[in-house]
């Protein structure tokens, strides 16, 4: 049987929460393809003087409830198929969170390992030169995701501006120099524990003396991380590209982070202080309380599911579990917190982030953080209680409210 395609398995998602709305036969058609996606050349020259061409790719879902938003990543697997997955979650995710945006995607397939920093941004400039007729402050978006940052924020915000005016507020995710928000940073990842905080009585646990363990140790989980040993959580496992560590007893976050930060990896910790190391995949089945994969798309298959101990999995990645792994941890009751709610925080910083732009005001961390915290226990409130209500998972229940609010948009705006 060929493996499912990345946005055939986020439709599937879609098809089963539409049910529970009994949303309109002729919305789907609408809902589930994209309004436009674009592929570029990306020709590049190296800085030994060889031409390398990578394809870049802009993908706008739906445009209903605002203007596309989206991050763009660099990365070897960042197809349109993946892409059109991407910018699907993003319009659901936008939606659940209330925000007006719609969503959006791109990407570079390329592995910017060992690019030289002169490599990064000739290719980023050369990309948002391409696609920049299509973006702009109130019709496209873009932010940071997988293997980009802030400073691949600033170069793609310095392309675009060179041809329209000094546009800050075109991405986010932005250095502070250039008009990002203090607490965008560590947005996606606090958002994460936000969430868990959140859902964790639908389980009657609290979350102080969890036990967790995160896979993946870049912005997203290295933050999540360190907002959970704020909360009193043990993070006993984390890992990154080259492997994990254990300690069944809770690791040194602060050290873990600083190893990290200073070039290593997680792994330089192993055979100290009584951690060990271990591989990514054994991490995704530890014994623990929770489960985080912060990591890629699709860690979690119907070859592992059923040896997933954890009693929550947490989704900080996007789409890290397929349907037929979702099916087996929904039948042996593993209650799973999904991406478009789990990760919302980034996107929901971004908000933020571009709000202050237009408005050429600039919040205080203390304000992005306490609006960040308050947006986010409404979501995964409304998501908790649409489950309930229908007896549904909280995937179906954050979908279905996703999907109500753009098939309202869709019908309001007369575009069906």
């Not at 400073?151 to 501006?161: E, I, K, R, T």
């Not at 606090?190 to 912005?219: D, K």
Request: aromatic share 6%; with cysteine; glycine share 10%.
């Amino acid at each position: 049987m060929p493996e499912q395609s990345a946005i055939d398995a986020v439709n599937q998602y879609f098809t089963e929460a539409a049910r529970v709305i009994d949303l309109d036969d002729d919305l789907y058609g609408v809902l589930t393809t994209s309004y436009r996606e674009l592929a570029v050349q990306v020709p590049v020259r190296l800085d030994d003087g060889e031409l390398m061409v990578a394809r870049g790719y802009r993908v706008q879902h739906n445009g209903a409830r605002g203007p596309y938003k989206g991050g763009v990543r660099f990365h070897p697997r960042a197809d349109l198929d993946e892409v059109r997955a991407l910018a699907s979650l993003m319009t659901w995710k936008t939606a659940l969170m209330e925000l007006p945006f719609g969503g959006a995607k791109g990407g570079i397939a390329v592995d910017p390992t060992g690019m030289s920093t002169d490599e990064l941004q000739r290719m980023t400039r050369r990309f948002t030169q391409s696609i920049h007729h299509v973006l702009g402050v109130y019709r496209d978006i873009p932010a940071p995701d997988l293997s980009t940052n802030a400073q691949v924020m600033a170069w793609m915000m310095d392309a675009y501006s060179s041809v329209h005016g000094y546009s800050p507020a075109i991405v986010t995710g932005k250095p502070l120099d250039f008009g990002g928000a203090p607490g965008r940073d560590s947005a996606t990842g606090r958002g994460v524990v936000y969430v868990l905080g959140a859902c964790c009585p639908h389980r009657g646990v609290e979350l102080p003396g969890q036990r967790v363990a995160v896979q993946g140790f870049g912005n997203v989980g290295s933050w999540a991380a360190h907002e959970l040993a704020e909360r009193g959580a043990a993070v006993v496992a984390v890992s990154d590209v080259r492997g994990g560590i254990v300690h069944p007893e809770g690791l040194d976050v602060a050290k873990a982070i600083a190893t990290v930060r200073a070039g290593g990896s997680v792994v330089d910790l192993a055979g100290s202080d009584g951690i060990e190391p271990l591989s990514n995949a054994e991490l995704i089945e530890l014994d623990v309380d929770v489960l985080i994969p912060a990591a890629v798309e699709s860690v979690i298959t119907e070859d592992n599911a059923d040896r997933v101990r954890a009693r929550i999995v947490v989704e900080a990645a996007n789409h890290p579990t397929t349907p037929g792994a979702d099916k087996i941890l929904r039948d042996r009751d593993v209650l799973v917190v999904p991406d478009i709610l789990a990760n919302a925080g980034g996107v929901t910083g971004s908000y933020f982030e571009w709000t202050q732009n237009i408005q050429q005001f600039t919040w205080k961390e203390d304000r992005f953080l306490a609006e960040l915290a308050d947006r986010l226990a409404k979501a995964s409130h409304d998501t908790l209680a649409f489950a309930r209500e229908h007896g549904v998972t909280l995937r179906q229940a954050a979908f279905a409210i996703g999907i109500r609010r753009v098939a309202d948009a869709t019908r309001l705006r007369g575009y069906v």
